[in-house]
């Protein structure tokens, strides 16, 4: 079960919706991060559940298996989804073998933007203050 925190900064009041570091459900885990660029926190989606097919299941003859494997692959997203979008994917019916797909820390408004991990206790993205934490979860997710 993962957990998104309100964070607030008592100096410039930006608030924040994220986890407030590494968290993971059932589906996806995600990494708090700082954004040089947008001067945001995000919550960046670093694994991603997707429904895998076993080999054995896979069919026959070589060429139905050969095409389903490339649409397979081309299905598996390059870049990670935004956080929201990963929570709300819906997920087919009848997967009864998934596998975890990783990603590289990246800002989802923008891949070239830099990040680096943020955990709490740590620094507002505007300006530099230590940011408050809310006691209750704001939202918790599978
Ligand atoms: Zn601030
Ligand atoms: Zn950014």
């Known amino acids: 079960m993962g957990r998104t925190f309100?964070?607030?900064?008592?100096?410039?009041?930006?608030?924040?919706y994220v986890a407030g570091g590494a968290d993971g459900g059932f589906h996806v885990a995600v990494q708090t991060i700082l954004c040089q660029q947008c001067k945001e926190l995000h919550d960046a989606v670093v694994r991603l559940r997707v429904p895998w097919t076993p080999?054995?299941?896979?069919?026959w003859p070589v060429q139905a298996t050969l095409s389903r494997l490339t649409r397979q692959a081309s299905s598996v997203p390059r870049h990670p989804p935004p956080f929201l979008q990963a929570l709300n994917r819906l997920w087919p019916r009848g997967v009864r073998h998934s596998r975890w797909i990783e990603f590289p820390l990246l800002c989802p408004k923008g891949?070239?933007?830099?990040?680096?991990p943020w955990s709490r206790p740590d620094c507002c993205p505007k300006c530099g203050v230590i940011m408050e934490q809310n006691a209750l979860p704001y939202r918790l997710w599978d």
Do not use: D, I, T
């Open 55 to 59: 080999p054995l299941q896979r069919g």
């Open 111 to 116: 891949a070239w933007h830099s990040v680096r």
């Open 6 to 16: 309100v964070f607030e900064c008592p100096k410039c009041q930006y608030r924040a």
